[in-house]
């Protein structure tokens, strides 16, 4: 039973909270409670006698992280399990890879005192693989030597796939980059990724370890996952697959920096007993205005049917302004605010 005074469940979000034995994508729309879902999820998960230092859940901001630990301390504090709150792994992506490589050092060829370079440190270390003092070039190379880790893609592929010598140049200085970062005794912030990827793929002893560690998987925005964090999601939850993925196809907007879509469409093959539940009351919005959006978003591409509603109320009329740029939009909405 799901009796959270301070967290009202919908029925489409108290399904999605009650699945914990298998894999469940819940679409959730703009404004629709996700992560009321995971945190009410990690509760309820509690309240079944599951062990809170086996969850492990992600989300992609440090911020969104904060505010997410905040709401479970909150709500299990709110039924006398504050202690538990702190045993739950919750995380970026890149934090989560952190940890893992910090635990499995030795296996993956780090001192204990490894450095984790950011790419203003890493700046001086492309141009001088690409020979360059050109900073537009070195930054466009660091972005396609980041693409290509995010892709898990090897020197020798970057290389093939090339589509002019600037991005061949890329590709060479990629062959050697791993070379320059181990001389430092250094990783960068796609290695967070890609070094765990590697070692739980090859390493079934190291596997089975953070698979224990990672009994139940709750992963938000997940549209936003690149390919490598998709692996590494895929390693953590094995076989067992008890995972909740909270995402939505209509608010994948971070294509340009590795993010895709194939990996919602992926989730029904890779666990063919995957359940869907839609979240598609909003809370944020008036019926005129989810109509509007409702009309727009029916144009794009879909992987999944959804039709946001809202029950407060029917709403202003919406008025259309035309603006010549960003910044003249933006004093609009700032003159309509004030």
């Known amino acids: 039973r799901i009796h959270f005074v301070s967290f009202p469940l919908n029925a489409p979000q108290r399904e999605a909270v009650r699945h914990t034995c298998g894999p469940l994508l819940v679409l959730a729309g703009a404004g629709s409670g996700k992560t009321r879902v995971i945190t009410a999820k990690i509760a309820h998960l509690v309240a079944q006698g599951a062990d809170p230092s086996r969850f492990v859940a992600i989300t992609f901001t440090n911020k969104a992280a904060r505010e997410m630990r905040e709401r479970a301390n909150a709500l299990l504090g709110a039924s006398g399990r504050k202690d538990a709150a702190a045993k739950v792994r919750i995380a970026t992506f890149h934090a989560l890879g952190l940890s893992i490589v910090r635990a499995e050092a030795k296996s993956l060829g780090l001192k204990p005192g490894f450095s984790v370079l950011d790419p203003q440190d890493l700046e001086s270390i492309v141009a001088e693989l690409v020979a360059t003092a050109d900073r537009s070039r070195t930054r466009k190379a660091q972005w396609k030597?980041?693409?290509?880790k995010n892709a898990l893609a090897t020197p020798a592929e970057a290389l093939s796939a090339a589509k002019d010598d600037e991005e061949a140049v890329a590709a060479k200085a990629y062959a050697h980059y791993a070379d320059a970062l181990a001389a430092y005794q250094a990783v960068d912030f796609?290695?967070?990724?890609?070094?765990?990827?590697?070692?739980?793929?090859?390493d079934a002893e190291a596997r089975e370890r953070w698979q224990a560690r990672s009994e139940h998987v709750l992963v938000d925005e997940y549209q936003d996952t690149n390919p490598a964090q998709y692996r590494l999601f895929r390693a953590l939850v094995g076989e067992r697959a008890r995972f909740t993925a909270v995402g939505d196809d209509d608010q994948a907007i971070y294509g340009w920096r590795g993010a895709t879509i194939e990996n919602l469409a992926q989730l029904p093959h890779d666990y063919p007993g995957l359940v869907v539940v839609k979240l598609e009351q909003n809370y944020r919005s008036t019926t005129?205005?989810?109509?509007?959006?409702n009309a727009l978003i029916a144009n794009n591409e879909k992987l999944h049917e959804k039709r946001l509603w809202s029950d407060r109320g029917h709403g202003d009329a919406i008025r259309v302004?035309?603006?010549r740029d960003e910044e003249t939009e933006a004093e609009i909405v700032a003159s309509a605010i004030s």
């Open 190 to 202: 796609d290695d967070l990724i890609r070094l765990p990827v590697g070692l739980l793929e090859r």
């Open 145 to 148: 030597i980041s693409q290509w």
């Open 288 to 293: 005129r205005i989810l109509r509007s959006a």
């Open 321 to 323: 302004v035309a603006a």
